[in-house]
């Protein structure tokens, strides 16, 4: 069982990998705005963190950027809808466990992604 906080500001997709992750029997907390998030990481110790890129008030990777700088060390893993070349070198640069493209399978995708950053977890 693991924490996890899942970021994107669209509500229903928060609700759907929150019940996605819940069945697999893991802590999940959610946020819909990028400094709701930011108040999140701050104050509490997250196993992962998932957030969208894109967000209309603090971007996935300014946040990715601020975790850094505060030396949470936690993967993070960075989704889009709209993927760039930039954005993903971006992601990489910043220390991004995973870029990953919103698809059909996004919930599977992200499902596999996240047990692999747990079982990577001793080496963080």
């Known amino acids: 069982m693991a924490r996890l906080l899942i970021i ?19 802590i999940v907390e959610t946020a819909t705005s990028g ?7 701050e104050s509490q110790t997250y196993d992962v963190i998932i957030s969208d890129i894109r967000m209309p008030d603090l971007p996935g990777l300014d946040l990715l950027e ?3 700088a ?15 070349m930039s954005t993903a070198i971006e992601a990489v640069n910043l220390g991004a466990y ?4 919103k698809t059909d399978s996004l919930v599977e995708d992200l499902r ?13």
């Open 8 to 26: 994107d500001d669209e509500e229903p997709l928060c609700q759907t990998l929150e019940n996605a992750f819940r069945e697999k029997g893991h």
């Open 35 to 41: 400094q709701a998030a930011k108040a999140r990481i």
């Open 66 to 68: 601020h975790a850094r």
């Open 70 to 84: 505060t030396n949470i060390r936690t993967p993070f893993i960075l989704m889009t809808a709209v993927p760039t």
């Open 98 to 101: 995973r870029y990953v493209i």
């Open 112 to 124: 596999a992604i996240v047990e692999g950053a747990l079982k990577e977890l001793p080496l963080w």
